[in-house]
């Protein structure tokens, strides 16, 4: 059993950044990819970015490539989101995920989910 929370959201004016943070609790964290997916306002949850167990491989959606870095302690439990440049098609709720395979885009491949942090990039 892992539980994730998320924290780090806020309103940011375009161009700025943030860093987003996923504690996670449980002793089986360090065995889990973990991901970043996103929901926009009306639309699906999406893939943003995803990390593998021992923080060796990462992967990016094409929309935030050079933009976002996701990085992960497995010391401290904690996956970050660093987003840089950001763009007012970035607002959304930013969810936190722990699966099995290493970065598959599909949110139901997750088995673990926080309950998500807001941003908000204004124009």
């Known amino acids: 059993q892992v539980q994730l929370v998320e924290s780090g959201g806020g309103l940011v004016q375009v161009g700025g950044s943030l860093r987003l943070s996923c504690a996670a609790s449980?002793?089986?964290?360090?065995?889990?990819?973990m991901a970043w997916f996103r929901q926009p306002p009306g639309k699906e949850r999406e893939f943003v970015a995803a990390?593998?167990?021992?923080?060796?491989?990462?992967s990016y959606a094409s929309s935030v490539k050079g933009r976002f870095t996701i990085s992960r302690d497995n010391a401290k439990n904690t996956v970050l989101l660093q987003m840089n440049s950001l763009k007012p098609e970035d607002t959304a709720v930013y969810y936190c995920?722990?699966?099995?395979?290493?970065?598959?885009?599909?949110?139901?491949?997750?088995?673990?989910w926080g309950k998500g942090t807001q941003v908000a990039v204004s124009s």
């Open positions: 990390i593998s167990w021992n923080g060796d491989s990462t």
């Open positions: 449980g002793r089986t964290f360090n065995t889990y990819p």
């Open positions: 995920a722990a699966g099995v395979v290493f970065a598959t885009t599909r949110p139901k491949d997750y088995r673990y």
